[in-house]
């Protein structure tokens, strides 16, 4: 049967060419000239895909796409950005979006996406229900997550809040997550809110909860977040989208700890600690105005800098293994032999999308492989080409960066053995010793 996809953006041009496109390779299409005209649809006809332009006038593509996934629309959902705006990016994918696509792009491009992501999907749909996979803990040795760990022990029993920051990806939800699990809260709630993926009205019911009749739809009481969390841990994500008069109640609250529901009275005390994360230099926000320069001391009293994962290219082999044994439980392929040499191409990519887009490429590797032998070349050509130095890597290796890749490569090949590395790389053993310093590569 011919799979079926609705098409949504408010320019005419692009709605034809990606017709024409998306025709010429078997699918049947339908346009939507905006988010409302795309909600109808999806009421009526059931889709395989949808590709949702992010910025549409009156109802755009993030509000269908929290629509579909609210659902449970099994559908495949590609956002299309424009130039230059990573957050809806970034908060699409939050929102569960399988891909997006930066504009301006070839329709081929787009085209190649969704039916990669339909190859995953059946590969999936062959190999069976996926099982449970187990929480990641923090993996890593470079000096980075080695500090994270540091940080955590020391501050793990302490009522502190935290401040954990760092790109989309590289892991401040898995910090959060082990800083509650390494303290004495462990066996207590670890609630999560995210302040970007919901909108300014429902964040603040919540957060405090509200009273039945606060307002119209309040049918029943409902409890929330900062008294769900009890007293275990309460992690606010994406703490920098907060508007100014949540940021306002928000700060009175944790200055009094303790705060009410919507529409009630009774004060209800704040007992869990506090984490809060944000991919903004909240620093600059707060210089610019649009943060609460209180707000963000009470926040920041320890601060967790998670590092993008192109500066700990070190942790990349540690973090593939564990991907990709746990997508080989989670999809039941039972590989019986990787690469190594797929470890030097991943360690030469530059991952603008972290931790997060190294697990997914190994997913769809393990997923897309022969079954049993994991090859470099079951990696997408956009990485496999960084290796060869190849123009369309999205960013270049740097002169430093390949310094490391070729400091990394020696001490592997030696051991560890430093005059041997030296002696390997022609320089001095002080000057291996000092580079091994600049570069925090000393474990
Ligand atoms: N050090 C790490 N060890 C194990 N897994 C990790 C590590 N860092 C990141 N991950 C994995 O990468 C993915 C992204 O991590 P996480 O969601 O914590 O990132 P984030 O920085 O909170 O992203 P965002 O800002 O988009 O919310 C997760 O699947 C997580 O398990």
Same mark, same amino acid.
């Given at each position: 049967?011919?799979?079926?996809?609705?098409?949504?953006?408010?320019?005419?041009?692009?709605?034809?060419?990606?017709?024409?496109?998306?025709?010429?390779?078997?699918?049947?299409?339908? !346009? $939507?000239?905006?988010?409302?005209?795309?909600?109808?649809?999806?009421?009526?006809?059931?889709?395989?895909?949808? #590709?949702?332009?992010?910025?549409?006038? *009156?109802?755009?593509?993030?509000?269908?796409?929290?629509?579909?996934?609210?659902?449970?629309?099994?559908?495949?959902?590609?956002?299309?950005?424009?130039?230059?705006?990573?957050?809806?990016? #970034?908060?699409?994918?939050?929102?569960?979006?399988?891909?997006?696509?930066?504009?301006?792009?070839?329709?081929?491009?787009?085209?190649?996406?969704?039916?990669?992501?339909?190859?995953?999907?059946?590969?999936?749909?062959?190999?069976?229900?996926?099982?449970?996979?187990?929480?990641?803990?923090?993996?890593?040795?470079?000096?980075?997550?080695?500090?994270?760990?540091?940080?955590?022990?020391?501050?793990?029993?302490?009522?502190?809040?935290?401040?954990?920051?760092?790109?989309?990806?590289?892991?401040?939800?898995?910090?959060?997550?082990?800083?509650?699990?390494?303290?004495?809260?462990?066996?207590?709630? @670890?609630?999560?809110?995210?302040?970007?993926? !919901? %909108?300014?009205?429902?964040?603040?019911?919540?957060?405090?909860?509200?009273?039945?009749?606060?307002?119209?739809? $309040?049918?029943?009481?409902?409890?929330?977040?900062? +008294?769900?969390?009890?007293?275990?841990?309460? @992690?606010?994500?994406?703490?920098?989208?907060?508007? %100014?008069?949540?940021?306002?109640?928000?700060?009175? $609250?944790?200055?009094?700890?303790? @705060?009410?529901?919507?529409?009630?009275?009774?004060?209800?005390?704040?007992?869990?600690?506090? #984490?809060?994360?944000?991919?903004?230099?909240?620093?600059?926000?707060?210089?610019?105005?649009?943060?609460?320069?209180?707000?963000?001391?009470?926040?920041?009293?320890?601060?967790?800098?998670?590092?993008?994962?192109?500066?700990?290219?070190?942790?990349?082999?540690?973090?593939?293994?564990?991907?990709?044994?746990?997508?080989?439980?989670?999809?039941?392929?039972?590989?019986?032999?990787?690469?190594?040499?797929?470890?030097?191409?991943?360690?030469?990519?530059?991952?603008?999308?972290?931790?997060?887009?190294? +697990?997914?490429?190994?997913?769809?590797? *393990?997923?897309?492989?022969?079954?049993?032998?994991?090859? $470099?070349?079951?990696?997408?050509?956009?990485?496999?080409?960084?290796?060869?130095?190849?123009?369309?890597?999205?960013? %270049?290796?740097?002169?430093?960066?390949?310094?490391?890749?070729?400091?990394?490569?020696?001490? +592997?090949?030696?051991?560890?053995?430093?005059?041997?590395?030296?002696?390997?790389?022609?320089?001095?053993?002080?000057?291996?010793?000092?580079?091994?310093?600049?570069?925090?590569?000393?474990?």
């Amino acid at each position: 049967m011919r799979p079926r996809i609705l098409i949504a953006d408010d320019e005419p041009t692009i709605r034809k060419l990606l017709k024409l496109e998306f025709e010429r390779a078997a699918f049947l299409v339908d !346009l $939507a000239n905006d988010g409302n005209m795309a909600l109808t649809l999806l009421q009526n006809v059931r889709y395989d895909a949808a #590709v949702l332009d992010i910025s549409m006038p *009156v109802c755009d593509g993030l509000q269908v796409l929290r629509a579909i996934r609210q659902q449970g629309l099994p559908m495949i959902v590609v956002m299309m950005t424009a130039y230059g705006s990573i957050d809806g990016a #970034v908060t699409a994918m939050k929102m569960q979006a399988d891909d997006y696509i930066t504009k301006p792009f070839d329709p081929p491009d787009l085209v190649e996406k969704v039916e990669q992501i339909r190859r995953v999907r059946q590969r999936m749909a062959q190999l069976g229900r996926p099982h449970a996979v187990q929480t990641p803990t923090l993996i890593g040795k470079s000096a980075a997550i080695v500090q994270i760990r540091t940080t955590v022990e020391k501050i793990r029993n302490r009522n502190t809040t935290v401040l954990i920051t760092g790109e989309s990806g590289t892991g401040k939800g898995v910090v959060a997550k082990y800083l509650h699990l390494t303290s004495d809260r462990r066996s207590l709630p @670890f609630t999560h809110i995210d302040c970007a993926s !919901l %909108p300014h009205n429902l964040i603040e019911s919540e957060l405090f909860g509200y009273e039945k009749g606060a307002f119209t739809g $309040a049918t029943a009481q409902k409890k929330g977040k900062l +008294e769900l969390a009890g007293q275990g841990t309460l @992690f606010l994500d994406e703490i920098g989208t907060l508007s %100014p008069e949540l940021q306002a109640k928000l700060l009175v $609250a944790l200055q009094e700890r303790r @705060f009410t529901r919507l529409g009630g009275t009774q004060d209800i005390p704040i007992e869990a600690r506090i #984490v809060a994360a944000t991919n903004e230099n909240l620093e600059q926000s707060v210089a610019d105005g649009t943060f609460r320069a209180d707000l963000y001391y009470r926040l920041s009293i320890v601060c967790i800098e998670c590092p993008p994962l192109r500066n700990h290219r070190e942790d990349i082999p540690e973090l593939a293994r564990t991907f990709i044994r746990s997508h080989m439980e989670k999809t039941g392929v039972a590989l019986e032999r990787v690469d190594d040499d797929i470890f030097d191409v991943l360690m030469a990519y530059d991952w603008p999308g972290n931790v997060r887009e190294l +697990e997914n490429t190994l997913e769809s590797a *393990v997923v897309l492989s022969d079954g049993r032998h994991l090859h $470099a070349s079951d990696l997408p050509k956009k990485i496999t080409s960084c290796a060869g130095g190849h123009s369309a890597c999205a960013s %270049p290796l740097s002169l430093e960066n390949q310094e490391i890749m070729a400091i990394l490569a020696a001490l +592997e090949k030696h051991g560890g053995h430093r005059e041997h590395t030296a002696q390997e790389l022609g320089i001095s053993r002080r000057s291996l010793q000092y580079k091994l310093a600049k570069y925090h590569l000393n474990k």
